[in-house]
């Protein structure tokens, strides 16, 4: 079965910091290319970051640019998001997701994970 | 704030059909391929179209999608109460170097 368990969420106070993990199951992990897609309480998606299936390549939603990084394991089968300066915008349900793509042009996400919560309040 | 706009609602009755549209411009849309996702209420989302307008194994021709230009839009034919959901247009945004999602569209089965 093809899935993806996210782990990591919790409470934390404002400006600390969390790390995700995102464990792959049931598919070639360094084949995909993954996310984090996160939504808040009542709101929308938002896409966070995407790494390539080989991790030279990386990008990041300007809301979390130079706060968070995107890494993977393809050894260890992990994805990771370290999320530092935390805010209490960051506040929300973090999904991890992927597919396989050639070219981010054509990247869509066909494996979700059912999500981890982070709550960023004092 | 979305690059891409999505109506915030849309209904109909039971077996009738809805579209929701997704306007972009050409740093997303017009020159990238867009893909749909389903989130039923307290779920994770699900890929229902991807390289705008093929549906992956499993999801039924009743969902269909489409893109001209700078839209795109989706088709949902012989609505279903199982159909109530939100659903959200994506694709990736060249100028950005970003992927981005739609404002979401509720869809409401009266």
């Known amino acids: 079965e093809v899935q993806l368990v996210e782990s990591g969420g919790g409470l934390v106070q404002p400006g600390g910091s969390l790390r995700l993990s995102c464990l792959p199951s049931g598919f070639t992990f360094s084949s995909y290319t993954m996310s984090w897609v996160r939504q808040a309480p009542g709101k929308g998606l938002e896409w966070v970051s995407i790494i390539s299936g080989s991790g030279r390549s990386t990008y990041y939603a300007d809301s979390v640019k130079g706060r968070f990084t995107i890494s993977r394991d393809n050894s260890k089968n992990t994805l990771y998001l370290q999320m530092n300066s935390l805010r209490a915008e960051d506040t929300a349900v973090y999904y991890c997701a992927g597919g396989r793509t050639f070219t981010f042009s054509y990247y869509y996400m066909d494996v979700w994970g059912k999500g981890t919560t982070v709550t960023v309040s004092s | 704030q979305s690059v891409l706009t999505q109506p915030p609602s849309v209904s109909a009755a039971p077996g009738q059909k809805v579209t929701i549209s997704c306007s972009g411009s050409s740093s997303n849309i017009g020159n990238n391929y867009v893909s749909w996702y389903q989130q039923l209420q307290g779920t994770a989302p699900k890929l229902l179209i991807y390289?705008?307008?093929k549906r992956p194994s499993g999801i039924p021709d009743r969902f269909s999608g489409s893109k001209s230009g700078t839209s795109a839009t989706l088709g949902i034919t012989g609505l279903q109460t199982g159909d109530e959901a939100d659903y959200y247009c994506?694709?990736?945004?060249?100028?950005?170097?970003?992927?981005?999602f739609g404002t979401g569209t509720k869809v409401t089965v009266l």
């Open positions: 390289e705008n307008n």
């Open positions: 994506g694709t990736w945004d060249s100028s950005l170097s970003a992927y981005v």
